[in-house]
């Protein structure tokens, strides 16, 4: 889901899930954020010498409480999932853990808020309006992407990318397992209006609070923002959301209970691959 406000937060929300990646290119990125977030920021509002030096030091203060308070959590998670991975899964245990990495990922949130609220309430309404043109135009650029694509080259866009991080999880994949895939990106082609109806509001909520970032609200507002995008919220369409999550809970029951003696011994190993990044992480 494509939501206007997640584009230019797009890197505080990348280091909710950033160390879910194993390699050592994923840790290098987490102890360099406080150089690529500021570089990344840069392709929507070109911030003051002053204004990145702050951003900077409060990043780095923010990250270092994220290491010491939320990277332990996130081991001792994932440790808990391998231990019931061992047998197959229930659409209720995936929903069980899909809420709790999801909680997980909002305190990190939350965590790394009040460095974005401090920028923001020191940007000028020249900034402000750069950063908002610059959103319009992703929009902008986005919808005219997506409206050139028929449904099916949609659907194909889906499969794919579903089929491609499944590999990197369990490895091959069976005719099966591919079919299953389809029906996941297929579910995922037939919600796109709800996604673009949230994205449309959550984008209202965005504009609103930059023009009252200095009011004494301002950051519990904020974080209450990026959690519900996180957490996949906006009450409008909650209904709808919560019927998306229950149908997809219930096909990675199936993938998962599809999986073989191999395919599931190869989870594992990527699962403990991760572990021991964030382990060095929690260390360093």
């Given at each position: 889901?494509?939501?206007?406000?997640?584009?230019?937060?797009?890197?505080?929300?990348?280091?909710?899930?950033?160390?879910?990646?194993?390699?050592?290119?994923?840790?290098?990125?987490?102890?360099?954020?406080?150089?690529?977030?500021?570089?990344?920021?840069?392709?929507?509002?070109?911030?003051?010498?002053?204004?990145?030096?702050?951003?900077?030091?409060?990043?780095?203060?923010?990250?270092?409480?994220?290491?010491?308070?939320?990277?332990?959590?996130?081991?001792?998670?994932?440790?808990?999932?391998?231990?019931?991975?061992?047998?197959?899964?229930?659409?209720?245990?995936?929903?069980?853990?899909?809420?709790?990495?999801?909680?997980?990922?909002?305190?990190?949130?939350?965590?790394?808020?009040?460095?974005?609220?401090?920028?923001?309430?020191?940007?000028?309404?020249?900034?402000?309006?750069?950063?908002?043109?610059?959103?319009?135009?992703?929009?902008?650029?986005?919808?005219?992407?997506?409206?050139?694509?028929?449904?099916?080259?949609?659907?194909?866009?889906?499969?794919?990318?579903?089929?491609?991080?499944?590999?990197?999880?369990v490895g091959s994949l069976t005719k099966e397992q591919q079919a299953i895939i389809g029906e996941l990106a297929k579910h995922q082609l037939d919600m796109e209006p709800?996604?673009?109806?949230?994205?449309?509001?959550?984008?209202?909520?965005?504009?609103?609070?930059?023009?009252?970032?200095?009011?004494?609200?301002f950051d519990a507002r904020l974080e209450k923002l990026f959690r519900d995008v996180v957490g996949l919220r906006y009450a409008p369409v909650q209904s709808q959301l919560?019927?998306?999550?229950?149908?997809?809970?219930?096909?990675?029951?199936?993938?998962?209970?599809?999986?073989?003696?191999?395919?599931?011994?190869?989870?594992?190993?990527?699962?403990?691959?991760?572990?021991?990044?964030?382990?060095?992480?929690?260390?360093?």
């Amino acid at each position: 889901m494509s939501l206007a406000c997640a584009r230019w937060q797009r890197p505080l929300l990348s280091l909710c899930f950033l160390v879910l990646l194993s390699g050592c290119a994923a840790r290098l990125a987490y102890n360099t954020m406080n150089y690529w977030v500021p570089w990344y920021l840069d392709d929507f509002v070109s911030l003051t010498p002053a204004q990145e030096s702050r951003f900077k030091n409060e990043l780095i203060q923010a990250q270092a409480v994220h290491r010491r308070q939320e990277l332990p959590k996130l081991h001792q998670y994932i440790l808990e999932f391998q231990q019931d991975l061992q047998r197959p899964l229930t659409s209720a245990q995936i929903a069980r853990y899909h809420y709790s990495f999801t909680a997980l990922a909002e305190q990190s949130v939350s965590v790394f808020t009040p460095p974005v609220a401090n920028l923001l309430r020191y940007l000028s309404n020249i900034q402000i309006d750069q950063i908002n043109t610059n959103i319009n135009k992703e929009l902008d650029e986005l919808r005219a992407k997506r409206g050139k694509l028929s449904q099916e080259e949609k659907l194909q866009r889906y499969t794919a990318r579903f089929e491609k991080f499944s590999k990197e999880w369990v490895g091959s994949l069976t005719k099966e397992q591919q079919a299953i895939i389809g029906e996941l990106a297929k579910h995922q082609l037939d919600m796109e209006p709800v996604f673009f109806s949230v994205r449309s509001g959550l984008y209202q909520q965005w504009q609103s609070l930059l023009s009252q970032r200095h009011r004494p609200e301002f950051d519990a507002r904020l974080e209450k923002l990026f959690r519900d995008v996180v957490g996949l919220r906006y009450a409008p369409v909650q209904s709808q959301l919560d019927q998306y999550l229950q149908r997809r809970f219930e096909l990675m029951a199936q993938l998962n209970q599809s999986l073989s003696s191999s395919q599931r011994q190869y989870l594992m190993n990527q699962l403990t691959e991760t572990r021991k990044e964030i382990a060095v992480l929690i260390q360093q």
